[in-house]
């Protein structure tokens, strides 16, 4: 149980730091980004003026102005493609006749475009006031831009996942060392509860045998036959209570491979007599060859506990049912009766510990509403789920879905 709780805490840790980091890593990347982009349009704006300037004093009408290996190219046009054009800019896709005309209308344009030498940057302005028929096209390439951003990218993932790593290992630490106290507590109330429960049994043997030997010369004495229920009670819950202290402290139970219809058709067979005095049909259906790995005596515990508390609240002339079956790989345990069933609102519920769902599931029952909590737990130790399924009035049905261990691999385990 500290294990997951240590599990679940170190998650928590390491999940809101990486909320944290790909927040702030998002944004300084978005913000880089900007800022380059920045850069790239205000350096194309002032190559845009310089040209426009070349153009004003009469230069050329084509003006092609390599920078840094390409970075810039600077392109007059008055919209049409120049069949004297250079062929480096044919290459390039320039002019780009789209933005061309765009910026003739509406007096400029800035896009992205892609060529043959990857992407670049456009920009596009009309030219001077006295010649309406004339943009000017600046031109850079990304490829230095987005290097950058991928560069800035790759050191903001190694950084991230490094943080991480870091805030796990320190996580798992923080709360394994927050948990220890914890820890150390829980492990001494279930050798308190141990102990006492284990001292309480022969008190209460003797007592019960005691009342017994009064009961032989008082058989009508509603006073002992009140001590005996009572006692009963008691030692039942001292049982549960010593079940679950020793089922926590067990780091896993004893394995043993078997046929899981043979303890299901045992445990029902054991439960018969109790059946026949409170007046229910209990019946099983078991498909046989399913085999399970596990503690033969904890999954037979399992399937008492689910037939007593179903026997429990089904009325004289109802029926219960257990069976084995069989879900992909998974073998299964159903318990089925036609009892009270139990409310859809508390079902969540119903495997806490003294946890009763309803007035019809009181203490006059003699259950002391740890047996389903007892059944959950033997189940989550063999690995399994188990779930309810009820309709109040008309049942309610119990599953347990187990790990199943194929034939092959059974026959290579020693049983």
Known sequence: MFRRARIRLTAWYVGILAIFLVALGSTVYLVQ??????????GLRSTARKAIQAYKS?????????????RYTVVISD????????????????????????????????????SSAGPLRLYTVRGPPSNVRVAIQVARSLEQVNEALDTLLVLLLVAGAGSLIVAAVGGWFLAGKSLAPLNEAFDRQHA???????????????????AEFLQVDNPDSVEIAD?????????????????????????????????LASVVDGAVESMQSLAGERGVVLSRESESGLLVEGDRDQLRQLVLILLDNALRYTPAGGSVTGSVGRAGDWATIRVADTGIGIDADVVDRIFDRFYRA????????????????????????????????????????FTVRLPMVRRKAAAATPV
Not at 229 to 247: I, N, Q
Not at 362 to 379: H, M, T, Y
Not at 383 to 388: T, Y
């Open 33 to 42: 980004r900007s800022q380059l982009e920045g850069n790239v349009n205000a």
């Open 58 to 70: 009469g230069k050329d009408s084509y003006i092609f102005a390599p920078n840094d290996n390409l």
């Open 79 to 114: 919209g049409s493609k120049p069949n004297h054009q250079p062929a480096s800019l044919r290459e390039l896709g320039l002019p780009y006749l789209p933005a061309v005309h765009h910026a003739l209308t509406y007096g400029s344009d800035m896009r992205t475009i892609h």
């Open 192 to 210: 308190f509860v141990a102990h006492a429960s284990h001292e309480l049994r022969t008190p209460l043997a003797v007592i019960r045998a005691n």
């Open 227 to 259: 001590i005996v229920s009572e006692t009963d009670r008691l030692s039942a819950l001292v049982d549960a209570l010593l079940a679950l202290a020793r089922g926590e402290a067990a780091d896993r139970p004893q394995r043993d491979l078997f046929d």
């Open 358 to 397: 309803d007035e019809a599931r009181n203490r006059d029952s003699g259950g002391a509403g740890l047996g389903l909590a007892i059944a959950k737990q033997l189940v989550e130790e063999h690995g399994g789920r188990i779930w309810v399924e009820s309709t109040p009035g008309k049942g309610t049905t």
